[in-house]
Antibody, heavy 119, light 108 residues
Framework: EVQLLESGGGLVQPGGSLRLSCATS????????MSWVRQAPGKGLEWVSA????????YYADSVKGRFTISRDNSKNTLYLQMNSLRVDDTAVYYC????????????WGQGTLVTVSS | EIVLTQSPGTLSLSPGERATLSCRAS???????LAWYQQKPGQAPRLLIY???SRATGIPDRFSGSGSGTDFTLTISRLEPEDFAVYFC?????????FGQGTKVEIK
């Protein structure tokens, strides 16, 4: 059974940093691209970032480019999102998500972790 | 970036009724790479439909998808109590992949 479990969310001041983790199980982690998708309170879904399986290429939404860094540790079956220079509008539930192929529908989602950016 | 506009924002219906949800794209969605998700309060989204009209594993056949180009539709033939939720469309054919703002299906 595929499982995705996010952690690391919390309250942080504007300009601060936070690192999210997504521990995975039930599939060969190294063989799949992975993504982060976020959802601001009461709002829609926004794709944030993705990392490929093969060469670890990374991709970002314009809204987070230069501030967020996605990475993966295949030995730990874990996905990360390092978030720096956080802004109030980064407040959201952050989900890690798995698709069958890179740039595909998201079949599996974690339960999400809430990031609140506020002074 | 392809902008997806969902309508209506809220659909008020009774159990047993038919629900028709629209998703309109600002540009043609390549190869019908269009998906639909259901989300209930406090839960992650759940994939319902991909490739415009293919049902995901375990999704009942009262859910169906159709459309092409810039106009797509999710139809729920007969609403069950568990179908009252928010529905999002997603296009994954062009970078960046994008989502619609959602349609809430509420009990009338």
């Amino acid at each position: 059974e595929v499982q995705l479990l996010e952690s690391g969310g919390g309250l942080v001041q504007p300009g601060g940093s936070l690192r999210l983790s997504c521990a995975t199980s039930g599939f060969i982690f190294s063989a799949y691209a992975m993504s982060w998708v976020r959802q601001a309170p009461g709002k829609g879904l926004e794709w944030v970032s993705a990392i490929s399986d093969a060469d670890g290429s990374t991709y970002y939404a314009d809204s987070v480019k230069g501030r967020f860094t996605i990475s993966r540790d295949n030995s730990k079956n874990t996905l990360y999102l390092q978030m720096n220079s956080l802004r109030v509008d980064d407040t959201a539930v952050y989900y890690c998500a798995k698709a069958p192929h890179f740039y595909d529908r998201f079949v599996y989602w974690g339960q999400g972790t809430l990031v609140t950016v506020s002074s | 970036e392809i902008v997806l506009t969902q309508s209506p924002g809220t659909l008020s219906l009774s159990p047993g009724e038919r629900a028709t949800l629209s998703c309109r794209a600002s540009q043609s969605v390549s190869s019908s790479y269009l998906a639909w998700y259901q989300q209930k309060p406090g839960q992650a989204p759940r994939l319902l439909i991909y490739g415009t009209s293919s049902r995901a594993t375990g999704i009942p056949d009262r859910f169906s998808g159709s459309g092409s180009g810039t106009d797509f539709t999710l139809t729920i033939s007969r609403l069950e109590p568990e179908d009252f939720a928010v529905y999002f469309c997603q296009q994954y054919g062009s970078s960046p992949q994008t989502f619609g703002q959602g349609t809430k299906v509420e009990i009338k």
